[in-house]
């Protein structure tokens, strides 16, 4: 067992969040996005290149929360909120050329978990034409 759970031995068993925003496309303007939206540390890849998770088939404009994954996940969205509520119309206008996808990603460790999103954030979510895409991992003791 790691420092962290003799610590807390409750803390692996919470879930963990994360949180982030893309722009996906074809020919993406990186500088023009991260201007527009007023990101300095956001990541990009242009599609062939390679990713985490294999070749992107696309072009790829990320940002992602930079909360703590313990943290609950309306800290998270509330932090993407701050990021996006003022360009919502410069959303709205690229989403006719790209796709804007909201992701909220969960590591569960027990066996029955769940979350909600209060609709403020699905109504932002929503005016500027985003999907969400959610994943969910759940894993057992032996997994940890």
Same mark, same amino acid.
């Given at each position: 067992?790691?420092?962290?759970?003799?610590?807390?031995?409750?803390?692996?068993?919470?879930?963990?969040?994360?949180?982030?925003?893309?722009?996906?496309?074809? $020919?993406?303007?990186?500088?023009?996005?991260?201007?527009?939206?007023?990101?300095? $540390?956001?990541?990009?890849?242009?599609?062939?290149?390679?990713?985490?998770?294999?070749?992107?088939?696309?072009?790829?404009?990320?940002?992602?929360?930079?909360?703590?994954?313990?943290?609950?996940?309306?800290?998270?969205?509330?932090?993407?909120?701050?990021?996006?509520?003022?360009?919502?119309?410069?959303?709205?206008?690229?989403?006719?050329?790209?796709?804007?996808?909201?992701?909220?990603?969960?590591?569960? $460790?027990?066996?029955?978990?769940?979350?909600?999103?209060?609709?403020?954030?699905?109504?932002?979510?929503? $005016?500027?034409?985003?999907?969400?895409?959610?994943?969910?991992?759940?894993?057992?003791?032996?997994?940890?």
């Amino acid at each position: 067992m790691d420092l962290v759970s003799q610590e807390n031995p409750q803390e692996h068993l919470e879930p963990k969040c994360h949180v982030g925003f893309s722009v996906i496309g074809s $020919s993406l303007d990186f500088d023009t996005i991260s201007a527009a939206l007023n990101q300095t $540390s956001a990541q990009s890849g242009r599609a062939g290149s390679q990713g985490a998770l294999g070749v992107l088939p696309e072009d790829v404009w990320t940002i992602s929360s930079p909360i703590g994954p313990l943290r609950p996940l309306e800290e998270h969205l509330r932090w993407l909120q701050t990021q996006l509520q003022s360009h919502v119309d410069y959303l709205r206008d690229l989403s006719r050329t790209a796709r804007l996808r909201v992701y909220i990603g969960f590591t569960f $460790s027990q066996e029955q978990n769940g979350f909600a999103i209060m609709p403020e954030f699905i109504r932002l979510f929503a $005016s500027f034409n985003g999907f969400i895409d959610m994943y969910i991992i759940c894993t057992d003791d032996n997994d940890l």
